[in-house]
């Protein structure tokens, strides 16, 4: 079994920043790919941005020069700094690994339960 654990959502006003967090647990050999996806009201499940285990980043169009994905690997832990907030990025943020459990066993992805970001105008 593998866990995550998101934290650092909340209410923020316009213009401002919240930092996110999400660390794994559990049945983890390694991690590949991190990322976090947000979904608001009536509206799909969207990429925000990844992050692979060498680093590499990649951002939704919107989010790009507001928005930083960073990780941890020796904590299994995903972050994403959220700065210049804007009443559309309210949403849920989910979190998700892609992992393995064993050297040679296949990778798996793993969602978080998600947390509630809301930006006030």
């Known amino acids: 079994q593998v866990q995550l654990v998101e934290s650092g959502g909340g209410l923020v006003q316009a213009g401002g920043s919240l930092r996110l967090s999400c660390a794994a647990s559990g049945s983890i050999f390694s991690i590949n790919a991190m990322g976090w996806y947000r979904q608001a009201p009536g509206n799909q499940r969207e990429l925000v941005a990844a992050?692979?285990?060498?680093?590499?980043?990649n951002y939704a169009d919107s989010m790009k020069g507001r928005f930083t994905i960073s990780r941890d690997n020796a904590k299994n832990t995903v972050y994403l700094q959220m700065n210049s907030l804007k009443p559309e990025d309210t949403a849920v943020y989910y979190c998700?690994?892609?992992?393995?459990?064993?050297?040679?066993?296949?990778?798996?992805?793993?969602w978080g339960h998600g947390t509630q970001v809301t930006v006030s105008s």
């Open positions: 992050i692979t285990r060498g680093g590499s980043t």
């Open positions: 998700k690994i892609s992992s393995r459990r064993y050297y040679n066993s296949a990778f798996y992805d793993y």
